[in-house]
């Protein structure tokens, strides 16, 4: 069964460093997103992207985080600056249509801001 | 914003009891999902409900869309150990690429 990939499963940074989470979509899925969740919290909405452009953002996503789909295959979410508050599982989602479809998450990766 | 708050936020239960959780929201939704979460996993899908009123199973697991459009229902029959996790409904919202937007969670631990 096709499943959304992402990478690492856990990063380490120092804060202030940049850090670059990798995923891999379901591949005849055109939806991407991302989301958190802060450690014993609920799952939060970052950002959206079709068709090569964000769809939609929340007010977490703000100017140090960057969405890109560099090739046919990868989706990236890049903090530039991390704050110890950026510390948090990081989902990558994926669906063949938004709205009603359903959403795959990706397994996630675990960043911890030092 | 949109809101959803789940209940009860944690239960702990015996094994081959059933379980009820509820999701309730601030505002309509047009479609239902619950997922579960396991410890360091991302949340999976296990039902999704696309009708006011409508009752869905999945095995074990029931759900149900409310009349209103601003609750559903989990049901889980015969619990196992296996259902230890975080359970979740989620709503998506509008727009060209709809964000989903999740509950509160309820901790469901399964005892022998």
């Known amino acids: 069964e096709p499943e959304v990939t992402q990478t690492p499963s856990h990063q380490v940074t120092q804060m202030g460093q940049e850090v670059i989470l990798r995923c891999v979509p379901i591949s005849n899925h055109l939806y991407f997103y991302w989301y958190r969740q802060i450690l014993g919290q609920k799952v939060e909405f970052l950002v959206s992207?079709?068709?090569?452009?964000?769809?939609?953002k929340s007010e977490i996503f703000d100017d140090q985080f960057s969405v890109e789909r560099p090739d046919g295959s990868n989706f990236t979410l890049k903090i530039r600056s991390t704050k110890l508050e950026d510390s948090a599982m990081y989902f990558c989602a994926s669906s063949e249509a938004p709205s009603t479809d359903t959403q795959y998450f990706g397994p996630g990766t675990r960043l911890t801001v030092l | 914003g949109q809101q959803l708050n789940q209940s009860p936020q944690s239960m702990f239960i015996q094994e081959g009891e059933d379980v009820s959780m509820n999701c309730t929201s601030s505002?309509?939704?047009?479609?239902w999902l619950w997922y579960k979460q396991d410890p360091g996993e991302g949340p999976v899908l296990l039902i999704a409900l696309y009708k006011a009123g409508e009752l869905t199973s999945n095995g074990r697991l029931t759900a149900q869309f409310g009349i209103t459009r601003k609750d559903s229902f989990l049901n889980i029959s015969a619990s196992i150990p296996s259902d230890v996790g975080i359970y979740f409904c989620a709503g998506p919202g509008t727009g060209t690429a709809s964000k989903l937007t999740f509950g509160t969670g309820t901790r469901l631990q399964v005892t022998l």
């Open positions: 505002s309509i939704f047009n479609t």
């Open positions: 992207f079709y068709n090569n452009e964000i769809s939609e």
